[in-house]
């Protein structure tokens, strides 16, 4: 449970100083015991940024509270779904600009394609730049229940990363090494899209 916490604490500092999650944005999970369901989260409305391992709050499946001083984040609902639904271990949810920007341009065609790029080989399963993913977007719903049954329906399409509306990217791993490099892979590539579309519009 310590060397989680670090871990956790850690992630959220290096993502906090990339920019994704500035303010008291983003909410960050790692699966701690499955039977029952224990998960290590930061509190809500604080700056990840500064959050120590022994401020983190202990979550079960209900997303209620069983240890630590404040709130769980109202999108833990979303953090269970996708711990459920894709047998993730950890799950970050950054507020990055490009990631933000593109989830609320793109939400008409439901989707980010990322295609021929060579960093699409961070992903797991994926072996050649030769191929394409599509990151699925939902549109944003402050009804939290309704927002997870609509990520669920698109989780069986994601590669490892889902885009909430105006809202930002939601990416997960097999252990939080790996929700960590889904998230900089994915946001790597989405600030790509982005400037690519900035150039297209320009030409």
Known sequence: MIQAAEELSATMKLLHRRGWCDGTGGNFSVVVAHEPLRLLMAPSGVDKGSVQPEELIEVNSSGDVTRGAGKASAETLLHLR????????AVLHTHSLSGTLLSKTELERGKVTLEGWE???????????????????????????ALSEAAA??????????????????AWGD??????????????????SWRQSLMRSQQ
Do not use: W
């Open 153 to 170: 329906e698109r989780l069986s399409e994601a590669p490892h990363g889902l885009l909430v509306s105006g809202h930002g990217l939601y």
């Open 82 to 89: 996708i711990i459920d639904y894709c047998g993730a271990e």
């Open 119 to 145: 960093m699409l080989k961070g992903l797991k399963g994926v072996t050649t730049h030769d191929t394409s993913v599509n990151v699925p977007i939902i549109a944003n719903n402050q009804d939290l229940q």
């Open 175 to 192: 252990n939080l090494k790996e929700a960590r490099r889904h998230t900089e892979i994915l946001e790597f590539l989405l600030e790509l």
